[in-house]
């Protein structure tokens, strides 16, 4: 039998530890990385934004060159509303990567809402490349459509947001891009339709629901604007944009009991 001296039980905790920082430090730059990415995008797809963009941080001094966690960076400022935080770390990501498809399409997306011409122009030709090598890729031609209606192209654009319909029919930026153009056009019903197929494609999506439920408001439909509201809180109890349209129906309908409970739930949430 294996006998462990006194002086070697003392020890065997130090030699344990010691073990293992010589395998955390084994480890390369590229597990390193993807340790980081994986825990930052759990983070934030739990919206602990913070901790996210800590973890992508870590990761881009892990590998300064890759353009991937500047990429996580940019998701994780645009869920947090900071455009200008956001525009900046998905630069950076294209200018490591031009073919970084990701990248490039939320780059493009946010210049297509500039006003100068030039702007959307560059944003144009991105999301063209982009096709070029993924040509069904959805947000892209979402993406390219606003571009061309801001340019004049009303056409291409209503073709590209129909092709990205017919290769993701549950894609919801695109379905609700295409009720915004009917409600322009002032094709109510048109719009309506829209946003009743992407509730249809995913009944599960509170956004979706919220969607739908704003246009009827929109459009008078106030009982059928509510219920779909109420169903999105249903799908996402802490939806903070559904707790407010419904508070602010609430407040014009004369009903402050149910404005109250609204706005109660909507300061309890931990994002003010």
Known sequence: MLRISKVERCLLPAALSAALML???????????????????????????????????????????DAEPYYQ?????????????????????????????????????????????????????????????TPDNADALSNLAIAEFQSGQKEEAMEHLQKALSKSPDFLPASVLLAKTRLAENDARGAEEALKQAVAQSPKSAVAALFLGELQLVLGNLQAGEKELLRALQLEPRYPAALRDLANLYVRAGNKPGADQMYQRLTALPEK
């Open 23 to 65: 395998a955390g430090c084994s480890r390369t730059p590229a597990e390193k990385e993807a340790g980081h990415l994986s825990k930052g995008r759990s983070l934030l797809s739990s919206r602990d934004y913070p901790r996210a963009l800590l973890e992508f941080q870590n990761a881009a001094k892990t590998a300064p060159k």
């Open 73 to 133: 960076m940019g998701l994780t400022y645009l869920a947090q509303g900071k455009i200008p935080n956001a525009v900046q770390a998905l630069a950076r990501a294209t200018k490591l990567n031009p073919n970084h498809a990701g990248a490039q399409t939320r780059l493009a997306g946010m210049m297509t809402m500039s006003r100068d011409s030039a702007v959307v122009q560059d944003a144009e030709e991105r999301l063209k490349k982009v096709l070029g090598v």
